[in-house]
């Protein structure tokens, strides 16, 4: 069993191909919890963040 904070896989936008790669790294990391996904960082489209889909 995996946790994501807030909405993570909730909405399809740009950030949703991040979230869903930061979850397979959880998984790979045998991990509980994906940490650092759109929902709890808000980035704006300016933000690093979203580089390599700019």
Known sequence: MLYTPNDTLA???PSFPL???LLINTIK???KFVKNTSSTTRP???DPWYK???
């Open 52 to 54: 390599p889909y700019l």
């Open 11 to 13: 909405h399809f936008g």
């Open 44 to 46: 704006s489209l300016s």
């Open 19 to 21: 979230d869903i790669q």
């Open 29 to 31: 990391n045998g991990e």
